[in-house]
């Protein structure tokens, strides 16, 4: 708004228009302190915890099918030997693939 009336020779204006910025700038803090602060704690809020959290049965769920998979992993052989050849990347014979890493395992 300076800068239009500068352009249009009315100094008074631009004059006026310094003035409410000094007064502004000179009293910000006490102005919007409790909106800054509001705003800054309320961002902080949402930084720190997530909007939603997971549902407890979803959770109880998810951990009961993981521990059910890992045991059907490690039980079972013929998958246990399949992971491990697929890890190793020939996946043909899953002996070879357990030889080759020399631990006799």
Do not use: C
């Not at 500068?6 to 006026?16: G, N, R, S, V, Y």
């Not at 502004?24 to 909106?35: K, P, Q």
């Not at 109880?60 to 890890?87: G, I, M, N, P, R």
Request: proline share 3%.
């Amino acid at each position: 708004m300076k800068g239009v009336y500068l352009t249009d020779t009315e100094d008074e204006k631009a004059a006026e228009v310094d003035r409410f910025l000094s007064v502004l700038d000179l009293n910000w803090g006490y102005l919007f302190a409790g909106s800054v602060s509001e705003m800054e704690l309320k961002w902080q809020e949402q930084l720190q915890k997530p909007a939603e959290l997971p549902i407890e049965q979803d959770v109880v769920s998810l951990h009961e099918f993981t521990v059910q998979q890992l045991q059907s992993l490690t039980t079972d052989v013929y998958k246990l030997w399949t992971a491990t050849s697929d890890l190793h990347g020939n996946g043909d014979d899953p002996a070879d693939s357990a030889d080759s890493r020399g631990d006799g395992s």
